[in-house]
């Protein structure tokens, strides 16, 4: 529900009336779709046209917009999400760009040998000097669904084999679930926690701790169905 959406974020955004405006057209506009757009050509020409378009909405409510972006970026926030297309971190947290430094993949996993994880995470900390990592993981995820059965998907099996040793470790709770659904939400939360501990466990959050740097983990939830997000308080 877009007016559900855009209610809550003008009621997080506290900054100007610009921002607000902004992230209002962005909503309203009509979401992608095979039926509208049938063939790659008019899809493609859609994604340009619509660029255009926002270039000249963003520099009619700023003139200076995108010379102030180019500026540079110090945002205080890393936002390690899932890749899914229904989890924006800038919109979801009502977000401008540079406010947040992004990094996503599958079922957001902190993974000790992902060196793009780790590559990100390491600039995020030690050049960009964030002050807050969040996990977010999001009710549906795909990744967590697919590490609860023992279906093969192919080269991705892999990466969900990470997934399923988060189930491995907490197996006894998560079986003692006879609710489906339950079971599956709980194995998101999980899967969010266990990655928050393992972000506290790299040697670039251990060093920064060290030397006394400010820097807080945080683990949440996102309700596709909803909107809002849940602090798992790690």
Same mark, same amino acid.
């Given at each position: /529900?877009n007016?559900? *959406?855009?209610? !809550?974020?003008?009621?997080? /955004?506290?900054?100007? !009336?610009?921002?607000?405006m902004?992230?209002?057209?962005?909503?309203?506009?009509?979401?992608?779709t095979?039926?509208?757009?049938?063939?790659?050509?008019?899809?493609?020409?859609?994604?340009?046209?619509?660029?255009?378009?926002?270039?000249?909405?963003?520099?009619?409510?700023?003139?200076?917009?995108?010379?102030?972006?180019?500026?540079?970026? *110090?945002?205080?926030?890393?936002?390690?999400?899932?890749?899914?297309?229904?989890?924006?971190?800038?919109?979801?947290?009502?977000?401008?760009?540079?406010?947040?430094?992004?990094? !996503?993949?599958?079922?957001?996993?902190?993974?000790?040998s992902?060196?793009?994880?780790?590559?990100?995470?390491?600039?995020?900390?030690?050049?960009?000097?964030?002050?807050?990592?969040?996990?977010?993981?999001?009710?549906?995820?795909?990744?967590?669904?697919?590490?609860?059965?023992n279906?093969?998907?192919?080269?991705?099996?892999?990466w969900?084999r990470?997934?399923?040793?988060?189930y !491995?470790?907490?197996?006894?709770?998560? &079986?003692?679930?006879?609710?489906?659904?339950?079971?599956?939400?709980?194995?998101?939360?999980?899967?969010?926690?266990?990655?928050?501990?393992?972000?506290?466990k790299?040697?670039?959050?251990?060093?920064?701790?060290?030397?006394?740097? &400010?820097? *807080?983990?945080?683990?949440?939830?996102?309700?596709?169905?909803?909107?809002?997000?849940?602090?798992?308080?790690v």
């Amino acid at each position: /529900d877009n007016s559900i *959406t855009l209610t !809550r974020l003008m009621n997080y /955004d506290s900054q100007s !009336r610009k921002v607000t405006m902004r992230i209002k057209m962005q909503i309203s506009r009509p979401v992608f779709t095979a039926e509208e757009y049938p063939t790659v050509k008019e899809f493609y020409k859609k994604i340009l046209d619509n660029n255009k378009r926002w270039v000249e909405e963003s520099l009619e409510l700023d003139p200076n917009y995108f010379e102030d972006l180019a500026k540079g970026q *110090t945002p205080p926030l890393l936002w390690i999400g899932c890749s899914d297309s229904r989890v924006p971190a800038n919109e979801i947290i009502g977000a401008k760009p540079g406010e947040v430094f992004v990094h !996503r993949n599958i079922a957001n996993m902190v993974i000790h040998s992902d060196m793009n994880m780790l590559s990100v995470l390491d600039y995020a900390v030690n050049v960009l000097k964030v002050k807050h990592v969040l996990v977010c993981g999001h009710y549906g995820c795909g990744g967590v669904k697919a590490a609860m059965s023992n279906d093969s998907i192919g080269i991705i099996d892999n990466w969900i084999r990470h997934i399923k040793d988060v189930y !491995r470790l907490h197996n006894h709770y998560l &079986d003692s679930i006879l609710d489906e659904t339950e079971r599956f939400n709980k194995f998101v939360e999980l899967n969010v926690k266990e990655q928050v501990f393992d972000l506290a466990k790299t040697s670039i959050v251990q060093s920064a701790w060290k030397k006394g740097q &400010d820097l *807080t983990l945080h683990g949440w939830v996102y309700g596709l169905n909803s909107g809002f997000v849940t602090d798992l308080d790690v």
